[in-house]
T-cell receptor
Framework: GAVVSQHPSRVICKSGTSVKIECRSLDFQATTMFWYRQFPKQSLMLMATSNEGSKATYEQGVEKDKFLINHASLTLSTLTVTSAHPEDSSFYICSARDEWQGAVDEQFFGPGTRLTVL | QQQVKQSPQSLIVQKGGISIINCAYE??????FPWYQQFPGKGPALLIA?????SEKKEGRFTISFNKSAKQFSLHIMDSQPGDSATYFCAASGGGSQGNLIFGKGTKLSVKP
């Protein structure tokens, strides 16, 4: 089946530093990847849609200069949290669509990255 | 109109019982309705999904019932087991959402042994 990995699984950083999270589709190519944020005991909130070879589409209220997204290849998208602050601490999850297999609606989720900003 | 309303927020079921989680939507353009299971500290995993052209889909102990006229769909977990204890999210996509999944708020299921 389609597998999506994320790295790192958890990261602790100091306030003011930048953190990069990688999302990889391991056994399929993904033109489109999604980045979500999830606070404790809450639902997933879509932050942005990452498109290979073009600029990401950000949801309303998400600062594009704060959360930099790069989708440089069909198997890798990265999310960089710039100048992180404690309020950026959250669980970040990516997903990808295997559009070549026909199930264009189905999203496969990564295991998530726990970010803690001190 | 893009919302998906999910209930209950939490659910406690005895082992062997039936767990039922309900979702309702407004956007009639939605045409894909998945259910995800999420364990603490993990990403969501697709459990089962349905499209509006069928009223029911069953996979093992998991069944989705879909009522297009009422704009509602539900997840039934038969013979619930302690290992089913997790948070379940319904979602919807299609139409103007550009394939983006709109998630419900989630239901925390606890199955007591």
């Amino acid at each position: 089946g389609a597998v999506v990995s994320q790295h790192p699984s958890r990261v602790i950083c100091k306030s003011g530093t930048s953190v990069k999270i990688e999302c990889r589709s391991l056994d399929f190519q993904a033109t489109t990847m999604f980045w979500y944020r999830q606070f404790p005991k809450q639902s997933l909130m879509l932050m942005a849609t990452s498109n290979e070879g073009s600029k990401a589409t950000y949801e309303q209220g998400v600062e594009k200069d704060k959360f930099l997204i790069n989708h440089a290849s069909l198997t890798l998208s990265t999310l960089t949290v710039t100048s992180a602050h404690p309020e950026d601490s959250s669980f970040y999850i990516c997903s990808a669509r295997d559009e070549w297999q026909g199930a264009v609606d189905e999203q496969f989720f990564g295991p998530g990255t726990r970010l803690t900003v001190l | 109109q893009q919302q998906v309303k999910q209930s209950p927020q939490s659910l406690i079921v005895q082992k062997g019982g039936i767990s039922i989680i309900n979702c309702a939507y407004e956007n009639t353009a939605f045409d894909y309705f998945p259910w995800y299971q999420q364990f603490p500290g993990k990403g969501p995993a697709l459990l089962i999904a349905i499209r509006p052209d069928v009223s029911e889909k069953k996979e093992g102990r998991f069944t989705i019932s879909f009522n297009k006229s009422a704009k509602q769909f539900s997840l039934h977990i038969m013979d619930s087991q302690p290992g089913d204890s997790a948070t379940y999210f319904c979602a919807a996509s299609g139409g103007g959402s550009q394939g983006n999944l709109i998630f419900g708020k989630g239901t925390k299921l606890s199955v007591k042994p």
